[in-house]
Nanobody, 126 residues
């Protein structure tokens, strides 16, 4: 059974940092494609960072230069390092996974990922 468990969210002031973790189990971690999505109040989910099985990384324009996605294949864990946080980064952050190859230009489409964690809340105050 595929399981994704996020942690590391919290409340910080603008300019602060957080590191999100996503501990996974139940599948062969190293062959999956992973992304971090976020959702503010409302229906839209925004992809912010993705990492393919071979390591290709993509960032959204809104986080490039501030966020860093990484993974540890030995620990079956995905990370998102978030620096210089802004109030507009406030959202629920989700770790998502796909066993299929997700093409780079589709890596921020939510329907590409069948497996989602429960999310961790990030709140940034000004």
């Amino acid at each position: 059974q595929v399981q994704l468990a996020e942690s590391g969210g919290g409340s910080v002031q603008a300019g602060g940092s957080l590191r999100l973790s996503c501990v996974t189990s139940g599948f062969l971690f190293r062959v999956y494609t992973f992304s971090w999505f976020r959702q503010s109040p409302g229906p839209e989910r925004e992809g912010v960072a993705s990492i393919a099985r071979e390591g290709t990384i993509r960032y959204s324009d809104s986080v490039r230069g501030r966020f860093t996605i990484s993974k540890d294949n030995a620990e079956n864990t995905l990370y998102l390092e978030m620096n210089n946080l802004k109030p507009e980064d406030t959202a629920m952050y989700y770790c998502v996974a796909s066993p299929q190859l997700v093409l780079y230009w589709y890596s921020f489409q939510a329907d590409q990922y069948p497996f989602w964690g429960q999310g961790t809340q990030v709140t940034v105050s000004s």
